[in-house]
């Protein structure tokens, strides 16, 4: 890989230890050609241009690339349905948290990442049309919601490391939203109905859209790099550590 920093390594390690072993996925983006992106985890994404160019790929200083999403020509990345995916079904631990270095062309109704179609909903985490900053839990059978959302508006054509962490909790669930390490709301989530869990579904994993590739919503438009997905919610000293280790890579000093 042409340019590609071998300290990025060492900070590939210090990324994955800090998000631990369970139902951890991250996607570093080695890809600039290609029909797979490559994860470390259980399941690659397949790019929806069926070859990665089509997402003009920038290398970023750690030798990885970032990748250009656009609603024209429904730029996304397939994934699969998988049980490292879901949480909190009843049978299993619901904590997980979910994050990406974005920086938004727009900041209105974009997914960074999901498994959410119209009709078998789990999670999604997304900017809203107020241009914040949401994580919402689905309960299918119930049709019903947790959403936290953030206080502050993200920023158009900057990057921005968001996360969010969810407690596991189902009757008072606690979900922290960060932006750049800086939590950026009260841990609160707004209920509709009688929410009880998330469910186990079939829905893939998307990321950049929810839905499924033939019919992607909410589609992200602007540049990402290094989403993740870890079973465990992450404290704000991980948050912390995570964008100190990742904020060189991808030229934030």
Known sequence: MAGYNRGTEGRLNDILSTLGTTKTSLWPFWEATGITVTGIGVGDLTPT????TGFAPQQMPCGLYSYHFHPTGDHHLAGIDHANYTFGDGSVDAAFSVGAWIRPNAIASNT?????SATVREWRFWIDASGLLDLELYDESADTTEI???????????WQFVVASYDGGETAPVVNLYVNATLANDGSTAETGAYVAMEDTATPLTVACSGVTATPVNEFHGRMALPFIAGKALSAAEVTTLYAVMAPMVGIS
């Open 148 to 158: 936290a959302t953030s206080t502050v508006a993200l920023t158009q054509g900057q």
């Open 49 to 52: 241009e069926t070859t990665s």
């Open 112 to 116: 960074i990442m999901a498994k959410y």
